[in-house]
């Protein structure tokens, strides 16, 4: 049996190195934290799920030109990933007030922002991950001002992208935190998307009824966390196990051309001789 070189373990994914070099594997487990740790606890298949959530959510931005350092999906639990220095601070972009935003500023969780926001904190656990401000974050070089401009122009057009994506599957992007790391290729360093997206990082509410879709279910003890997460997945079209069509709507059902292409026809009728 192969034995595989650790390289990172975090709360709820690890990292081993990868079989080229410049690439990582990243593991899904299902361990869930909150509270900087405080809590903490296991969500059955949550791995699993949040390898194929982040995987169809990567590649989809890649679509629309936003560069990750997602390569390809190894396993149920692995995929393989870039390499990168990554960038000490948790970005997070909000649509809607929940959370700690309602809290700091007494806002009521749902109130619709006038239009999106987007904090820095500094990655670490030991401070508690305190909000930092952009002329915080240059003076001590965390990030230089190009690649915070990167940083931030990027999140914009990825909640842009979310936003309209998980709305056509009737869930409503409140709010995410995403993670940037330095790329380096020959003499080039590139600011590229990294670590996941997933119900772990994001809050997801139905669009009808309001319902929690996230960790929050974790964090607040809601109950049917696992149930939560499948449900994201397969609103999506990506629940392991099943066909990777994603959900019709009943309007895309109806809108389903009701005339064959000739190259069908032709198919059909070559078959039925
Ligand atoms: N978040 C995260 N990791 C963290 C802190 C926040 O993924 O260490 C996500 C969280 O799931 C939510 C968003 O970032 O989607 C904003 O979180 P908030 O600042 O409101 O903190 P929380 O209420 O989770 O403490």
């Not at 401000?133 to 990030?143: G, K, L, T, Y």
């Not at 057009?157 to 330095?182: H, Y």
């Not at 196990?241 to 994603?246: C, F, K, L, V």
Request: proline letters at 5%.
């Amino acid at each position: 049996m192969n034995r595989r070189i650790p390289i990172y373990e975090g709360k709820a994914k690890q990292l081993f190195e990868g079989p080229e070099p410049g690439t990582l594997i990243q593991h899904f487990k299902d361990d869930a934290t909150a509270f900087n740790n405080a809590k903490k606890g296991v969500i059955n298949g949550k791995g699993v799920i949040n390898n194929r959530i982040s995987e169809y959510l990567m590649l989809k931005l890649n679509e629309i030109g936003i560069p990750t350092h997602f390569i390809r999906t190894l396993n149920m639990r692995e995929q393989l990933v870039k390499t990168v220095e990554i960038v000490p601070l948790e970005v997070i972009v909000r649509n809607v007030a929940a959370g700690s935003f309602s809290t700091r500023f007494g806002v009521e969780e749902g109130a619709q922002l006038p239009y999106p926001i987007i904090e820095f904190c500094l990655k670490s656990d030991k401070l508690g991950d305190p909000i930092v401000a952009p002329e915080i974050v240059i003076a001590f070089q965390w990030a230089q001002p190009n690649e915070l401009e990167d940083i931030t122009s990027m999140a914009l057009r990825i909640n842009d992208f979310l936003s309209g994506l998980f709305l056509g599957v009737g869930i409503k992007l409140i709010d995410f935190k995403i993670e940037f790391g330095r790329h380096y290729e020959g003499n080039t360093v590139q600011i590229i998307l990294a670590d996941e997206i997933s119900p772990d990082c994001c809050r997801l509410w139905d669009l009808k009824t309001g319902e929690k879709m996230d960790k929050d279910r974790f964090r607040r003890d809601l109950g049917k966390v696992e149930e939560a997460y499948r449900e994201v997945a397969r609103r999506l079209g990506v629940l392991p196990g099943e066909s990777d069509t994603p959900v019709k709507t009943k309007s895309q059902i109806q809108k389903k051309p009701a005339i064959l292409s000739k190259a069908k026809k032709s198919v059909i009728k070559k078959k039925r001789k």
